[in-house]
DNA sequence: CTTGAAGCTATAGTGGCTAGAGGGATTATA
DNA sequence: TATAATCCCTCTAGCCACTATAGCTTCAAG
């Protein structure tokens, strides 16, 4: 058995963060010890090393937590599980492109000003006047 | 004199968003009418749209409140404003890189699973065992 | 003058935690 | 066994940048 702190080192997610999942629902309340504090067992280590996966890959708790219902039960098929993964990973890939366009937008402001003074700030400049910006952003 | 409405079409900035703005100090209170409803000027309108620019291009709400105040400063140095945007664009960087890492990861295990069910799925293994992952995210 | 859209304030909710206050439990050492 | 250090408990509030709701008032068009 172990106390939250040691699940904590072993998971790498830190106590509050174990207690909020409780509270949420993703993690069930474990056993209590004489003295009320909690105590977890392997099988829920395994758990939440699962969410912390998850959320590492940049699941949403909602995804994680759909994901844990569908893996309780191994006869069903997994297209919900596919579709999880593809939806997110378009999702990611969406906000890549959307940061190469900052990143492009950026890099020309924040490299671009020659002047001194904030009156002639190529900075301040571009914030003013979106019509210096190449893409629509 | 613009009401809200109008302002919030003519920056694409919401109606709430503008009031949270004010309540925030990033826009001053607005003239109001004789019945208590906010009239904006053109002034108004251009601090609108740069703080909204500023979003757009992804900087928090206190880069902007810094980069209004040095706005109104026109010979102070700009050096600040340019680290402001340098700054801004490491960090949009380094977003790009993680995201990057994630869509490898994630690319595989949302296109890996050749099973049927959730006891086979490459998806639900995947979660579980970081250990399939290549790069340390 | 009526109607419907738009505006007002105040409060609470979103996601995913994180921090702090004010206590009790456990464990290691003396 | 005493004590001190560390850990754990609950509860509440805060973070960011909004967004939504409720219950009301004002405005503009016909
Ligand atoms: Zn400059
Ligand atoms: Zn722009
Ligand atoms: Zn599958
Ligand atoms: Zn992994």
Redesign the interface.
């Known amino acids: 058995m172990l106390s939250i702190g040691e699940l904590s080192r072993e998971t790498g997610v830190k106590v509050p963060t174990i207690r909020y999942y409780e509270q949420m629902g993703l993690i069930t309340a474990p056993e209590r010890s004489a003295g009320n504090q909690r105590r977890y067992s392997r099988a829920e280590l395994?758990r939440l090393?699962?969410i912390r996966?998850?959320r590492?890959?940049?699941l949403s708790i909602e995804d994680i937590r759909e994901?844990l219902e569908?893996?309780a039960?191994?006869?069903?098929?997994?297209a919900q599980?596919?579709k999880?993964?593809?939806d997110?990973?378009a999702v990611?890939?969406e906000?890549?492109l959307r940061?190469?366009k900052?990143?492009k937008?950026?890099?020309r402001?924040?490299t671009g000003?020659k002047?001194?003074?904030?009156?002639?700030?190529y900075?301040?400049e571009s914030?003013?006047n979106?019509g210096l910006c190449a893409d629509g952003?």
Do not use: M, Y
């Not at 039960?73 to 997994?78: E, G, L, Y």
């Not at 002047?115 to 700030?121: A, L």
């Open positions: 395994e090393a699962f996966h998850g590492d890959l940049g994901l569908l893996s039960i191994p006869d069903q098929t997994c599980a596919n999880i993964a593809a997110h990973l990611i890939r906000k890549i940061l190469k900052l990143e937008e950026l890099a402001i924040a000003c002047g001194h003074t904030i009156g002639e700030c900075v301040i914030l003013s979106h952003h």
